[in-house]
């Protein structure tokens, strides 16, 4: 394992996200907080920090474990943090509660020629 590694870089090689820029874009989002504190991508990572990683709706606090800055399958990298408990119990009522949320169906796009005519029909109608 590495002693130094970059906080883009772990975040990379974690899967947080899929790509090291947008880990990147992330980190100078003000999304990652390390310690509570605001970081910049070439900030070093060290065992037992603990990390704040929003993405999205969703929000982790997680520990750092070990380091590492080659991006390895998914049961390595899982090895790498440790969530906190506060965090999971936070991850899956927000899961429960967007399972039961009403579903917001789209409008079918722009009428069609069927559609235009019945419109014109009703506001003819309307003012005959």
Known sequence: MET????DKWLW?????????LATEAINGGKVHMNGVKVKPSRAVK??????ITRGQMHQVVVVKALSNKRG?????QTLYEETEESIAKREAHAEMMKNAPVVSRAAGK???????????????MFD
């Open 4 to 7: 130094d590694v970059r906080i």
């Open 13 to 21: 090689a974690a899967r947080f996200f899929k790509t090291r820029a």
């Open 47 to 52: 065992i037992d920090a603990v990390l704040e």
């Open 73 to 77: 399958p998914a049961k390595i990298a």
């Open 111 to 125: 009428p069609n020629k069927k559609d235009r005519r019945d419109i014109r029909k009703f506001k003819g109608s």
